[in-house]
């Protein structure tokens, strides 16, 4: 008996993106990070630390799930990164799930 994938490699790397993406979206303190980053862009994690009173440790965890998902603009300069969200990524992602909450 010969046994047959369901999934194809590549829908299975999309769903796997796709976890990344609402796994990063269902906590609060990415939520909190994503807020700030719709009001300001090209920040450091001290002044999201700062402006969330929370540890840039804490920060840099969730900053590196959102990036993970693809979900921020990272601008290094020297030796300090500046975040930003990226708009198109989000709004890709707003309409795939408006979709899927429509069905």
Known sequence: MTSTKLLTT???QKIRSAFQVLNALNEKEPQRIIHLLKEKSNISVLTISEELDTT???VQEHLQSLSSAK???IDEKEDQAFF?????????ISVIVNGLAKT
């Not at 930003?84 to 890709?92: H, I, K």
């Open 84 to 92: 930003s969200l990226d708009r198109d990524r989000l709004a890709r």
């Open 71 to 73: 979900l921020l603009k």
């Open 10 to 12: 590549e829908f299975r």
């Open 56 to 58: 840039p440790n804490i």
